[in-house]
């Protein structure tokens, strides 16, 4: 059994890089290929060493050419292949966004389950990271409106690793959205042998937060910004509020259950993401927390996200993404609502 001691410090980037190796080890139909995957190993190094260890005919350099990547997956995918594409940054990858909506969302359905397309599509994206125009894009709003894709954002190292060998085996396309600020976040795990593989489409409350401590408001967020609403968490514990953490791991399929269950429990809930908010995913969230909480909400569902605007230059970032302070004002926010509401007679 694996302890404590022999668990050691990894990376966000290494864990997905493991998943790589492991998932290929197992399954000669998978197949890396993207812009500098290979040689270089990626621009985040999240594919280092695969071309040396399994060749450059299953770890391939592609040109420089988005909607040629996909359709060259497309073809491989329809002949028996699990091919892995990656998308050197969230904003290049919209020239990709025919090939994804016309034929690797729609292909399964379209033959009648004939034909699934394994496709797992690694998008590096989001902010944080002093990026500029095009290499900061928050695009998940697109790939959760686009049926018959999976969509999935880890927001830890364990479940990095195990998200991304879940959507390697997953016979439907997944849309695999890697958070670039928190590659090199650190937790201590094992590698040689990995936590649990965690089904895609299930949610989870961070340890901490749950049922014995959360009851002032719920937090719902993904990807990036989990960290920044468990650090929230931890500062409304000086205001007397207790906040429970509900990181979503996936968008699509979405885990309705696990997000109501919090949200009856503490009668609030604040959906937290760097996206805009206009046309958002937090729209979608809040309207389906509030169609199945609706007894039980104390106060209107809130949102804290990135501001309408295209991405901000790098010295604009930290003003434009949510952080601790934000999220603690719509917290506070909730509060007064259901205060005035209950004390109001109109």
């Given at each position: 059994m694996t302890t404590a001691t022999e668990r050691k410090p990894a990376t966000m980037a290494q864990a997905l890089g493991r998943a790589l190796r492991d998932a290929m080890a197992a399954d000669p139909a998978v197949h890396v290929l993207g812009e500098d995957v290979g040689t270089l190993g990626g621009v985040f190094r999240v594919t280092s060493g695969l071309a040396e260890e399994f060749g450059d005919d299953r770890c391939t350099d592609t040109p420089l050419a988005e909607a040629g990547i996909l359709g060259t997956a497309v073809g491989m995918a329809m002949y028996g292949l699990r091919p892995v594409v990656e998308m050197q940054f969230d904003a290049f990858a919209y020239p990709s966004f025919e090939q994804l909506v016309s034929h690797v969302s729609r292909m399964r359905n379209r033959t009648r389950g004939a034909v699934p397309l394994p496709i797992t599509v690694r998008v590096p994206y989001g902010g944080g990271i002093g990026g500029v125009e095009h290499h900061s894009d928050s695009s998940e709003a697109y790939y959760m409106a686009t049926p018959g894709l999976h969509v999935v954002a880890p927001a830890t190292v364990a479940d990095a690793y195990g998200l991304l060998r879940a959507a390697i085996a997953s016979d439907d396309p997944v849309v695999f959205l890697e958070p670039k600020r928190l590659y090199w976040s650190k937790a201590d795990w094992d590698a040689e042998r990995p936590d649990e593989v965690p089904p895609i489409g299930?949610?989870?409350?961070?340890?901490?937060?749950?049922?014995?401590?959360?009851?002032?408001?719920?937090?719902?967020?993904?990807?990036?910004?989990?960290?920044?609403?468990?650090?929230?968490?931890?500062?409304?514990?000086?205001?007397?509020?207790?906040?429970?953490?509900?990181?979503?791991?996936?968008?699509?399929?979405?885990?309705?259950?696990?997000?109501?269950?919090?949200?009856?429990?503490?009668?609030?809930?604040?959906?937290?993401?760097?996206?805009?908010?206009?046309?958002?995913?937090?729209?979608?969230?809040?309207?389906?927390?509030?169609?199945?909480?609706?007894?039980?909400?104390?106060?209107?569902?809130?949102?804290?996200?990135?501001?309408?605007?295209?991405?901000?230059?790098?010295?604009?970032?930290?003003?434009?993404?949510?952080?601790?302070?934000?999220?603690?004002?719509?917290?506070?926010?909730?509060?007064?609502?259901?205060?005035?509401?209950?004390?109001?007679?109109?």
């Open positions: 299930r949610a989870v409350v961070h340890p901490g937060t749950g049922p014995g401590g959360g009851r002032s408001a719920t937090l719902i967020s993904y990807g990036p910004s989990v960290p920044v609403c468990l650090e929230a968490a931890e500062a409304a514990r000086a205001e007397g509020w207790r906040l429970e953490v509900v990181d979503l791991r996936s968008l699509v399929p979405f885990d309705d259950d696990t997000v109501c269950a919090s949200v009856r429990r503490t009668g609030r809930a604040v959906v937290v993401h760097e996206a805009a908010g206009f046309g958002g995913p937090g729209g979608e969230i809040a309207a389906r927390v509030t169609e199945r909480c609706f007894h039980h909400l104390e106060a209107p569902v809130l949102r804290v996200a990135g501001f309408d605007i295209p991405y901000p230059p790098p010295m604009l970032e930290r003003h434009h993404l949510p952080g601790v302070d934000r999220v603690l004002d719509a917290v506070a926010r909730l509060q007064w609502e259901s205060e005035w509401t209950e004390g109001s007679t109109v």
